[in-house]
């Protein structure tokens, strides 16, 4: 039987204290087949929302760290023939220090036809990863952001948009995965880990760089949000733990649509989400017990066959950014065993509309932009 996303979303997307309170919450919200005041007792207080309001204002605890690019972006060059030249993309990936974040910057700063802003938590790691995947330092910028605090996220934008680059497309790839956790983490909120990180962290960055996207004179402009085959219970992949991790990305996939409803028309921005394959060598499974973290690879490989490197899976989200074919919005891109790019079909949970609308009103009360 399918595991419901309902038993385990709602306490994985309230804020629990970390005294075991739920503290934030939606008043009279029924989601993942839940209602939030029945089950979790949830009081949208004043004094909640106040506090989440206060974050972009009370900026200086989190102190980020930053590399300010010296050269300006150029927009449409002349060349002397009189020909326009397209100036560089630039580009935003969360989570670019490891795995498939920096498989992409790296993909894609090989073109040469585009600047990568990664955006990550830890700055030296994310340092040393740009160099040894041997991406040139004029391809790529460093900035802090740590999307399991909403403080930082407010500290990030601040930072980017005095960076005065512009933002052509956003990448929202960063992630944490538990599944051996009995007992729940939180974020600087108090919003489970995973869900508050995975989504609720992506949710507020995506919504106040929806702005910067939409001033982006680039012929294409995208905001890609990485999914995954687990949020969609049509898999088998979809019907096993942990829940949090798979309500995160039921999320993710649910707020991706919402957005293409929500901006497409009127912005033209392409919204898109992917399941880029099974990588199963990334620091995802950092937290999985040794034997899963030997095993599932070659399970992966040679049974499943469901496989992909790093490298593939970087390529194919670099495709799902730059790819003149791949503007269509809304869609959840999959690749078929020839590495073919397809539109895949969403679970019915993770395309229903309803729900979508539901997470989108509930996530803005949490990050506080209602
Ligand atoms: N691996 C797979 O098989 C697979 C399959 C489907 C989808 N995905 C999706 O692919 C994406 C990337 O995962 P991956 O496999 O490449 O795993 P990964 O190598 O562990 O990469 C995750 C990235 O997220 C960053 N991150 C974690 N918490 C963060 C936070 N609070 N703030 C900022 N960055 C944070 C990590 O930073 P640090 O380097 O500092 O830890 C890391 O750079 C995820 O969205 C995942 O759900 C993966």
Known sequence: ????????????????????????????STLFGLSFSDHLKAHFTTSALTCKR???????????????????????????????TLRKGSVIITGASSGLGLATAKSLAETGKWHIIMACRDFLKAERAAKSAGIAKENYTIMHLDLASLESVHQFVDNFRRSGRPLDVLV???????????????????????????????????RLLIEDLKNSDYPSKRLIIVGSITGNTNTLAGNVPPKAYKDSKV??????????????????ITFASLYPGCIATTGLFREHIPLFRLLFPPFQRFITKGYVSEHEAGHRLAQV????????????????????????????EASDADKARKVWEISEKLVGLA
Not at 63 to 76: D, I, K, N
Not at 182 to 206: D, K, M
């Open 1 to 28: 039987m399918a595991l419901q996303a309902a038993s385990l979303l709602p306490p994985a997307f309230s804020s629990i204290t970390k005294e075991g309170k739920y503290n934030v919450s939606v008043k009279d």
């Open 54 to 84: 206060g974050y972009s204002k009370e900026m200086g605890l989190v102190r980020a760290q930053q590399t300010m690019e010296t050269t300006t972006p150029v927009v449409m060059k002349g060349t002397r023939e009189g020909k326009k």
């Open 172 to 206: 929202c790839n960063a992630a944490v995965y538990l599944p051996t956790a009995n007992q729940p983490t939180f974020t600087a909120e108090g919003f489970e880990l995973s869900v508050g990180t995975n989504h609720l962290g992506h949710f507020l960055l995506s």
């Open 251 to 268: 999320c993710n996939m649910l707020i991706m649509q919402e957005f293409h409803r929500r901006y497409h028309e009127e912005t033209g």
């Open 321 to 348: 950014v730059s790819e003149p074919s791949l503007t269509k919005s809304g869609v959840y891109w999959s690749w078929n065993k020839n590495s073919s790019s397809f539109e895949n079909r969403l679970s019915q």
